[in-house]
């Protein structure tokens, strides 16, 4: 892209940005992903061609619709809700993408006049004779009859693409740490117990710092299902302080994952990754989900975050479920692999027949991918389909589809859902293929089994 090519791409995007700012609200995420957008292509075009001199030529999404539907293939392409222009279907991205490498200058120069041609025919009421017009001189008229058997050919090609599933839907991935916010901002008073009073399994789980929770669990009397009973003469260490029978301790008073903070609690609001564990069981294995605080991983920022060893006292495995707590500490639980934000998950959803996933299949078709969208629960994930986008949710819509694309989205078990669904992580790399093996620790696709 040259620096010419780039201002009049800046220019349009102005232009575009102030029609927006009168017909409709916009934000400041939008106005940041366009510009974001625009350096990306230019530093990814310029990355690759180093040594050729290669232009990139941007276009308004109105000349690309012309390119279309002059073309002819607006009509042809099916997506997951139908023939045309779909944005329910987040593929028709690729589809505009493909359109754009086939548009040289002078079918953009034919296709921008053509534009102009059919408002002034609109506004005046006259003749479609703009449908016509395939350019100014033999030149452009040249170009404009080579390119449109081009354009039925790619036709084909993009539809046999979207049939075989073959265009890829990615996400970034954050696998840093960060230095985000790490808990909530509302603070709250912390609950107080004595050391000698029956102190509750739960209780004990909500135990306000790692130390204290160690000495209360390693306590002669300690019991896993019914905690502590009254105990006058009971006295814990605390990093080297005693305490007595009489003297106070603190627990969190709510059972959602907290932190101390400022001489009260904050309810913990960000997970870094969660880890998928299999437990043998009588008939069947029993699939569990570990999910891994970042407050949990700061001691361990300089390691790798996915296969430190994440103890019984941290807040994440007191938020466990009680069986995988148990396997982890039996040594009886297999990790299988790691999960974040905006993953690719590949499942059979064949077995998942009833409910708000059977009436979104039933209307658009059973659903393969899926973005992973947050761990809703210590044994629940909360997805959405990955070719999906709830922009393009219309009125008639069945309620159970506008509740799985949009919100809350589909909330699957984790027991269920690797236990029947088969299910296969894809990582990708930049090029979209999926990634199976990697001699630099990147990121791999891997399956549950």
Same mark, same amino acid.
């Given at each position: 892209?040259?620096?010419?090519?780039?201002?009049?791409?800046?220019?349009?995007?102005?232009?575009?940005?102030?029609?927006?700012?009168?017909? =409709?609200?916009?934000?400041?995420?939008?106005?940041?992903?366009?510009?974001?957008?625009?350096?990306?292509?230019?530093?990814?075009?310029?990355?690759?061609?180093? =040594?050729? *001199?290669? &232009?990139? *030529?941007?276009?308004?999404?109105?000349?690309?619709?012309?390119?279309?539907?002059?073309?002819?293939?607006?009509?042809?392409?099916?997506?997951?809700?139908?023939?045309?222009?779909?944005?329910?279907?987040?593929?028709?991205?690729?589809?505009?993408?493909?359109?754009?490498?086939?548009?040289?200058?002078?079918?953009?120069?034919?296709?921008? %006049?053509?534009? #102009?041609?059919?408002?002034?025919?609109?506004?005046?009421?006259?003749?479609?004779?703009?449908? @016509?017009?395939?350019?100014?001189?033999?030149?452009?008229?040249?170009?404009? #009859?080579?390119?449109?058997?081009?354009?039925?050919?790619?036709?084909?090609?993009?539809?046999?693409?979207?049939?075989?599933?073959?265009?890829?839907?990615?996400? #970034?991935?954050?696998?840093?740490?960060? *230095?985000?916010?790490?808990?909530?901002?509302?603070?709250?008073?912390?609950?107080?117990?004595?050391?000698?009073?029956? %102190?509750?399994?739960?209780?004990?789980?909500?135990?306000?710092?790692?130390?204290?929770?160690?000495? +209360?669990?390693? !306590?002669?009397?300690?019991?896993?299902?019914?905690?502590?009973?009254?105990?006058?003469?009971?006295?814990?260490?605390?990093?080297?302080?005693?305490?007595?029978? @009489?003297?106070? %301790? =603190?627990v969190f008073p709510v059972g959602a994952g907290a932190i101390k903070?400022?001489?009260?609690?904050? !309810? +913990?609001?960000?997970?870094?990754?969660?880890?998928?564990?299999?437990?043998?069981?009588?008939?069947?294995?029993?699939?569990?989900?570990?999910?891994?605080?970042?407050?949990?991983?700061?001691?361990?920022?300089?390691?790798?975050?996915?296969?430190?060893?994440?103890?019984?006292?941290?807040?994440? &495995?007191?938020?466990?479920?009680?069986?995988?707590?148990?396997?982890?500490? !039996?040594?009886?639980?297999?990790?299988?692999?790691?999960? &974040?934000?905006?993953?690719?998950?590949?499942?059979?959803?064949?077995?998942? #027949?009833?409910?708000?996933?059977? =009436?979104?299949?039933? @209307?658009?078709?059973?659903?393969?991918?899926?973005?992973?969208?947050?761990?809703?629960?210590?044994?629940?994930?909360?997805?959405?389909? +990955?070719?999906?986008?709830?922009?393009?949710?219309?009125?008639?819509?069945?309620?159970?589809?506008?509740?799985?694309?949009?919100?809350?989205?589909?909330?699957?078990?984790? *027991?269920?859902?690797?236990?029947?669904?088969?299910?296969?992580?894809?990582?990708?790399?930049?090029?979209?293929?999926?990634?199976?093996?990697?001699?630099?620790?990147?990121?791999?696709?891997?399956?549950? !089994?």
């Amino acid at each position: 892209m040259t620096s010419k090519d780039f201002k009049k791409f800046r220019k349009n995007v102005c232009d575009r940005l102030k029609r927006t700012v009168v017909d =409709e609200p916009l934000d400041a995420r939008s106005m940041e992903s366009v510009a974001w957008m625009a350096n990306e292509l230019r530093g990814r075009v310029a990355q690759r061609f180093q =040594e050729e *001199n290669t &232009v990139v *030529n941007v276009y308004r999404g109105e000349l690309t619709a012309e390119a279309r539907r002059a073309a002819g293939i607006s009509d042809k392409l099916r997506f997951i809700d139908g023939t045309g222009k779909s944005r329910l279907d987040r593929r028709h991205h690729a589809v505009d993408a493909a359109v754009v490498a086939f548009t040289q200058n002078y079918v953009a120069e034919t296709l921008a %006049i053509r534009s #102009n041609k059919k408002r002034e025919a609109q506004l005046l009421q006259a003749a479609e004779q703009w449908k @016509e017009f395939t350019g100014s001189d033999a030149e452009h008229r040249a170009a404009w #009859n080579a390119w449109l058997p081009k354009m039925q050919k790619l036709a084909v090609l993009l539809q046999k693409a979207l049939d075989e599933d073959r265009i890829a839907v990615t996400s #970034n991935l954050r696998l840093r740490l960060g *230095n985000g916010r790490a808990h909530e901002d509302s603070i709250g008073e912390l609950k107080t117990i004595r050391v000698g009073d029956a %102190i509750s399994v739960t209780d004990i789980d909500r135990a306000s710092s790692e130390a204290l929770w160690c000495a +209360l669990t390693r !306590e002669p009397d300690f019991d896993e299902n019914n905690g502590l009973p009254e105990n006058p003469d009971r006295r814990i260490r605390i990093h080297g302080t005693w305490y007595d029978a @009489e003297d106070d %301790i =603190e627990v969190f008073p709510v059972g959602a994952g907290a932190i101390k903070v400022r001489g009260g609690y904050a !309810e +913990l609001s960000r997970f870094h990754h969660a880890r998928i564990y299999k437990i043998p069981g009588k008939k069947a294995p029993v699939y569990c989900m570990l999910r891994v605080y970042n407050a949990d991983l700061i001691r361990h920022r300089h390691e790798d975050l996915f296969s430190v060893e994440i103890k019984p006292q941290t807040m994440s &495995v007191r938020q466990a479920e009680p069986k995988l707590r148990k396997a982890l500490a !039996e040594n009886t639980a297999e990790y299988l692999g790691w999960l &974040v934000t905006d993953d690719e998950l590949v499942i059979d959803t064949s077995n998942f #027949n009833t409910g708000q996933i059977a =009436e979104m299949q039933s @209307e658009l078709g059973q659903v393969r991918r899926w973005r992973l969208d947050g761990f809703y629960s210590p044994s629940t994930l909360r997805l959405r389909p +990955l070719q999906m986008s709830a922009e393009g949710l219309r009125e008639d819509t069945s309620i159970g589809a506008k509740k799985i694309i949009d919100r809350p989205g589909w909330l699957p078990a984790i *027991n269920k859902l690797f236990g029947e669904g088969h299910v296969t992580v894809v990582r990708r790399d930049a090029l979209g293929r999926a990634r199976l093996t990697s001699n630099a620790h990147l990121p791999i696709s891997w399956k549950a !089994e």
